[in-house]
């Protein structure tokens, strides 16, 4: 039997609970088999890393009672691309429109 991806993994998904899948870090995660992606809370922008299986139903750890999440692997000295980029300049004080737009923006090919 073969799983149907639910697309929990790809940048600009945003959970019932209004945590967003930012970006697939790369590092190994702590589940078999997985990565650790970036989150983010559309509330008020805490940024988080959890396991790829555990997007569906994560909550944030800092405002939404949510469990300690991973850690976010360090790219100081390497150019930010994507999504990558804005975080830092987020003051959180965006709607949930307001960041899918920016995400969808990201998402056009650029010539």
């Not at 899948?21 to 702590?30: H, S």
Request: hydrophobic share 30%.
């Amino acid at each position: 039997m073969v799983r149907e991806a639910k697309g929990t993994t790809k940048p600009g998904y945003v959970n019932p609970n209004g945590q967003i899948t930012i970006r697939n870090t790369d590092a190994p995660g702590t589940d078999k088999n997985q990565y650790v992606y970036q989150i983010a809370c559309s509330k008020y922008g805490c940024n988080y890393g959890a396991n790829g299986s555990d997007i569906h139903d994560r909550k944030c750890p800092q405002c939404g009672a949510g469990t300690a999440g991973l850690a976010l692997d360090a790219r100081e000295g390497k150019e930010k691309k994507g999504v990558a980029a804005f975080f830092g300049k987020w003051p959180g004080a965006e709607t949930d429109e307001e960041l899918l737009a920016a995400v969808d923006d990201l998402r056009k090919p650029r010539s």
